[in-house]
């Protein structure tokens, strides 16, 4: 499990959920994967109260089982979950598009491109431990909901989104499809030309990748999948 530090003016609860949402995303926490709230506990330098809420908060979104007198389990992938959130985010990010068209500015555009420019230098092979990817993706998509105006639309979708971010975390690492940085492309050049048809074009082909990877995943890792 990989751990970062405490930020400024955040709770142990909402430290210790910061870093199971992330470790469960980047798969450093396995699905179908035992956790120890005394060994998470310790790894975050928390007790083991703070631990235990951030389990059952995780639990609430449906990506951690937590089983009476047995402990607390990564949840499996179940694919039903990830559609539903591909589909929230989808319908959203997409009916968003006319504001950013509208809203961005060149400074806006700008930042696009160069968080594009960041991806291309992430699949370098000498460059690759200096830009992470997914990373890289989430800001690229922040940035669309920011420019709209419309951050707390895409906070709202943080519980259903975990489901969606775990496979595209694993599709960055299964599939290696860098029509991903394509379809940012694009969208930056509709953006750009303040076309949101064609922006929408592209964004829902781009984040319906997921369905088409779906069966690279199940055959590469078949044990993380809920049947």
Do not use: W
């Not at 598009?97 to 700008?110: K, R």
């Not at 492309?185 to 953006?191: E, F, P």
């Amino acid at each position: 499990m990989r751990v970062e530090e405490r930020h400024y003016a955040e709770t142990a609860r909402q430290y210790a959920r910061r870093m199971l949402k992330a470790n469960i995303i980047s798969m450093d926490l396995e699905p179908g994967a035992m956790v120890s709230e005394k060994e998470l506990a310790e790894q975050m330098g928390l007790s083991r109260t703070p631990v235990r809420e951030a389990l059952m908060d995780m639990a609430q979104y449906g990506v951690v089982d937590v089983m009476p007198q047995r402990g607390s389990r990564i949840s499996l992938i179940d694919y039903e979950q990830v559609e539903e959130a591909r589909f929230a985010r989808q319908v959203l990010e997409v009916a968003i598009l006319p504001q950013v068209c509208q809203n961005a500015t060149p400074a806006d555009i700008s930042r696009l491109r160069q968080n594009v420019r960041m991806q291309m230098f992430s699949q370098d092979p000498d460059m690759a431990e200096s830009f992470d990817m997914m990373e890289l993706d989430n800001a690229f998509h922040q940035m669309i909901f920011s420019i709209a105006h419309k951050e707390n639309t895409l906070h709202m979708l943080e519980g259903m989104s975990i489901h969606f971010d775990r496979v595209r975390a694993l599709a960055l690492n299964v599939v290696k499809d860098q029509k991903i940085i394509s379809d940012h492309m694009a969208i930056c050049d509709a953006i750009a030309k303040r076309d949101s048809v064609r922006a929408a074009e592209v964004m829902e082909k781009h984040l319906s990748r997921a369905k088409v990877d779906e069966e690279a995943i199940r055959q590469v890792c078949p044990q993380y999948i809920k049947n």
